[in-house]
C-alpha cells in the first residue's frame, strides 16, 4: 500500500459563481473563510491525520459576483452571476493578485471589509460587482493558525498571478523583500513580457523548446535532445571555441516542433528581425551557421552591437492570412472583404498623390484586428525612416486555426434542439473549420431562392413579448431585479390583450394580423409575412443558440436571473468525456461554445444590429399606441425600456460565464492529459478563452417616446 507523504489542502475556492447551482442559493460568501478551514481540518485530525503532513494553500486571486441588488452588499446578499471578467485574466468571476491592486490603486476611495473572526477580506466596486480576497492581514491570520496546530508546509496557486514586485509573495512570507531569484525575476519582469505575448500567439510552436546551456557533439543524438524532443538548431554562443559540430542544441517537442527555422540578422549592428509569418524564440550575439542543413544569414559571426534572432515558421501563419491580400496604390477591399490595415507605399511605386494601400481579408470572420505600424519604412505614413530602418505591421490574431470543426447535426447531439424547434430547412455545409472561429452566416432573404438551406432569423426574439408581459404583471426583470415602472394589474391583460379594442380605430395600420388586438400589434412589430424588412435568413444552428440564449429561466414562474444553457450538460458532459478518452471528436463539446459566442458576433454586425433597432424602436412604438388607448397599460412603455436593457445584458453576461465555465471544464479534463487531441484542445480553448470580450451588448439605440 503507498503511503502519500503529505496532503495539499485545498483551503481557497470555497465559494464562486458556481453555488447558483448548489442548495445553499445564489449568494455572495467569501472564498477563503479560516472559521470553514478549521472545520474542514477537524475532519483530518478525527481520523487521526498527521498535521506535519498536511500543505495549507493559497489562492492568489479572488472571486467575484455580480450582485442582484447593489443597495445589499454583505455576505449572504444574493448574485446573479459571477462578476465582470478582468482586463488580463479574462474569466468572469475571477480576478487575479495584480488586478485586484490595480482596482484598489485606481480607487483609493475603496475600503475593504475585514471580517477578523472568519479571516475575510471584501469589497464592492462599480456599484455591483463584489469580490473576496486574501492580503497581508488575511494572509498572517491564516499563518498563524497553521503554525499553531503544526502543519507541514504551505503551497500557492498560483505564482504568475502576483505583482511585478511580488506583493502577494512578500504579504504571504511576511518579508519586505523576496528571494534573490525573484528579485532577479522582478528585475527582468518588463523585458520578458513580449516573449510572453508571442507564446501566447504560438503556443503550440514554442511551449515545448529550450536551448542548451552546454555545448554537445550535434552528431550524437543521444546527447543533444531530450526523449520526445527534436533538434531545430543550434547556437554557438558558448561554444566559439570549440568544433564546428559542437553547439548548444535548441530542441523542440517532436508533436509540434517546426519544420524551418534560422537564424536571422547580420553585420556589425544585427538588429535580428523575425519575417512575416515566424515566431522569435531565443536571441544570440552568435547565434548558429549552417551546418549539418541548419540555416543563418550570417553564420556564426558575432555581433559588435545588438543581437541575432532565431525564427521559426509558425505553422498556423499561413492558415490565417490565406484569404488576406495588400492592393495596389489607391486600391480598395472587394465586397466581403475589409480592410484591416492601411500602408502608404508598400514596393516603392506609390506617389504622395496615389498612395494609401489596403491589406484585405474576408469579413467572416476577420482573422485580424488591432493592427498598427509599430516601428516597412513608411507604413501608414507619408514619411519614411531613416537609416534604412523599417516599421513592423503588428496584429493580434483574432480566431487562429485550431482544432478541426467539421459541420455535424446537433440534433443529433442534443435532440432537445429538434423537439422544441422548427427545423424544416437544411444546415448550409460550410466544410471544415477551426474550432476556435465562431463563425456566423447572415444572409437578406430578398437575395436568395426560396429553398435555401437557412432558417428565417427574428432579429429580435419573438419570446420578447412573453417576457415582457411576465415582467409586467410581476414587476421583476430577467436578471431577477425589481423594475423601476409600475406594474400592470394581470386582470388588465386577461380582459383587454386577445380581443378587438374599439379604441384602437385610430391607431396605425400593422402588416399581418388584427389591427384592434394588442397581442397581435406587438407580433406584428417583430416581423411578419407581410413585413419581412426585417428578417434575416441566417444558419440554422446559430439561430437555434440565439434563442435558447434569450430564453430566461424561471423559479416559480418568477425569473432568477439565468439564460437557458446553449447546451444541455447532460449533452456535453459525455462528448467531452469521449473527446478526452478517444483523442478526437473534440469538435462535439466545442460546437456549441463557437456557435454562443458566434451569437454576439452576429448581434454585433452593423448589418443586424441596424434591424435590431429597427425592431426595437417598432416595438416601442407600438407599445406607445397601447399605453394610449388600453385602460391600464399607462406604463407599458417604461417596462419595455427597463426589460429590455436588462433582457440583452442577461443574455450577454449569461452567455460569458456559460462559455468561461465549459472552457473550464475542458481544460480541467485535459489536464495532464496525454491523448492525442490535448495540444489542439488546450490551444483551441485558449483562443476561444481570448474572444471571451467579443461577448458584449450590442451599441443599441436608445428607445425614446
Request: aromatic content about 8%; charged content about 25%.
Amino acid at each position: 500500500m503507498v503511503r502519500p507523504s503529505s496532503v495539499a489542502e485545498m483551503t481557497y475556492d470555497l465559494h464562486g459563481e458556481w453555488d447558483r447551482r448548489n442548495s445553499i442559493g445564489s449568494i455572495v460568501q467569501a472564498h477563503t473563510n479560516l472559521t470553514n478551514i478549521k472545520e474542514a481540518a477537524d475532519l483530518l485530525w478525527r481520523v487521526g491525520t498527521d498535521p506535519g503532513k498536511v500543505v495549507m494553500g493559497f489562492g492568489f486571486y479572488g472571486r467575484t459576483f455580480t450582485l442582484k441588488n447593489s443597495g445589499c452588499t454583505a455576505p449572504g446578499c444574493p448574485f446573479t452571476t459571477g462578476g465582470t471578467s478582468g482586463p488580463c485574466a479574462h474569466t468572469s468571476g475571477y480576478l487575479a493578485y495584480y488586478e485586484i491592486q490595480d482596482l484598489l490603486d485606481k480607487n483609493p476611495h475603496i475600503t475593504p471589509v475585514h471580517d477578523k473572526d472568519a479571516a475575510v477580506l471584501h469589497f464592492t466596486y462599480d456599484k455591483d460587482q463584489w469580490i473576496s480576497y486574501d492580503d497581508k492581514t488575511t494572509f498572517k491570520q491564516e499563518l498563524d493558525w497553521a503554525r499553531s496546530v503544526d502543519l507541514g508546509g504551505s503551497s500557492i496557486w498560483a505564482s504568475d498571478q502576483d505583482t511585478y514586485d511580488f506583493a502577494a509573495h512578500a504579504a504571504l512570507l511576511g518579508k519586505a523583500n523576496v528571494t534573490s531569484a525573484q528579485e532577479k525575476v522582478k528585475v527582468r519582469s518588463l523585458s520578458v513580457t513580449q516573449a510572453v505575448l508571442a507564446e501566447s500567439v504560438a503556443r503550440s510552436l514554442n511551449e515545448g523548446c529550450y536551448r542548451g546551456s552546454e555545448c554537445v557533439n550535434l552528431d550524437i543524438a543521444q546527447v543533444t535532445c531530450d526523449r520526445g524532443y527534436t533538434l531545430v538548431g543550434y547556437d554557438k554562443d558558448k561554444c566559439q571555441k570549440s568544433k564546428k559540430n559542437y553547439g548548444q542544441p535548441i530542441c523542440c517537442d517532436t508533436d509540434s516542433a517546426p519544420s524551418t527555422c534560422q537564424w536571422r540578422g547580420g553585420g556589425r549592428d544585427c538588429n535580428g528581425q523575425c519575417h512575416s509569418g515566424e515566431i522569435k524564440l531565443f536571441t544570440s550575439s552568435t547565434g548558429g551557421g549552417d551546418y549539418n542543413g541548419f540555416q543563418s544569414e550570417s553564420a556564426t559571426k558575432k555581433c559588435k552591437r545588438g543581437t541575432k534572432a532565431f525564427c521559426c515558421e509558425d505553422s498556423t501563419f499561413g492558415n490565417l492570412t490565406l484569404d488576406c491580400y495588400w492592393t495596389g496604390c489607391d486600391g480598395s477591399c472587394k465586397d466581403g472583404e475589409v480592410s484591416v490595415a492601411e500602408a502608404a507605399n508598400m514596393n516603392g511605386k506609390c506617389t504622395v498623390f496615389h498612395h494609401t494601400m489596403h491589406y484585405c481579408c474576408k469579413d467572416n470572420t476577420v482573422p485580424l484586428k488591432d493592427c498598427h505600424f509599430a516601428t516597412d519604412n513608411q507604413g501608414d505614413s507619408l514619411t519614411g525612416c531613416n537609416w534604412w530602418r523599417k516599421k513592423a505591421l503588428c496584429c493580434t490574431p483574432q480566431g487562429t486555426p485550431a482544432a478541426s470543426c467539421d459541420d455535424m447535426d446537433l440534433c443529433k447531439i442534443d435532440s432537445d434542439y429538434c423537439d422544441t424547434m422548427s427545423l424544416d430547412t437544411d444546415y448550409k455545409k460550410l466544410g471544415a473549420s477551426s474550432c476556435a472561429r465562431a463563425v456566423f452566416e447572415a444572409v437578406d432573404p430578398g437575395k436568395v431562392a426560396p429553398k435555401s438551406k437557412f432558417d428565417t432569423e427574428h432579429v429580435v426574439e419573438k419570446v420578447i413579448i412573453k417576457i415582457l408581459l411576465r415582467s409586467a404583471v410581476t414587476g421583476v426583470l430577467p436578471s431577477g431585479s425589481l423594475m423601476k415602472s409600475a406594474i400592470i394589474d394581470g386582470a388588465n391583460f386577461v380582459k383587454y390583450w386577445d380581443k378587438p379594442l374599439s379604441a384602437l380605430n385610430r391607431a396605425p395600420s400593422i402588416a399581418d394580423g388584427d389591427a384592434l388586438i394588442p397581442n397581435d400589434r406587438l407580433y406584428s412589430a417583430l416581423g411578419t409575412v407581410n413585413n419581412r424588412a426585417t428578417f434575416l435568413l441566417a444558419e440554422k444552428y446559430l439561430n437555434m443558440v440565439k434563442g435558447r440564449i434569450f430564453k430566461m429561466q424561471l423559479k416559480d414562474e418568477i425569473f432568477n436571473g439565468f439564460i437557458t444553457s446553449p447546451e444541455d450538460a447532460k449533452k456535453f458532459d459525455p462528448a467531452l468525456e469521449l473527446a478526452a478518452k478517444t483523442g478526437t471528436g473534440e469538435e462535439a463539446p466545442f460546437k456549441h461554445i463557437r456557435l454562443a459566442i458566434g451569437v454576439w458576433n452576429y448581434l454585433n454586425h452593423p448589418e443586424v444590429l441596424s434591424r435590431v433597432d429597427t425592431v426595437r424602436e417598432n416595438l416601442f412604438a407600438e407599445t406607445i399606441v397601447l399605453a394610449q388607448t388600453v385602460p391600464g397599460f399607462k406604463s407599458l412603455p417604461g417596462i419595455l425600456k427597463d426589460v429590455d436593457a436588462d433582457w440583452y445584458r442577461v443574455a450577454a453576461s449569461g452567455t460569458r460565464d456559460w462559455v468561461a465555465t465549459q472552457l473550464m471544464l475542458m481544460s480541467l479534463r485535459y489536464m495532464g492529459s496525454r491523448a492525442a487531441n490535448a495540444e489542439v484542445v488546450h490551444t483551441t480553448a485558449q483562443l476561444l478563452k481570448n474572444q471571451l470580450d467579443d461577448i458584449v451588448v450590442p451599441a443599441l439605440k436608445a428607445l425614446k417616446d
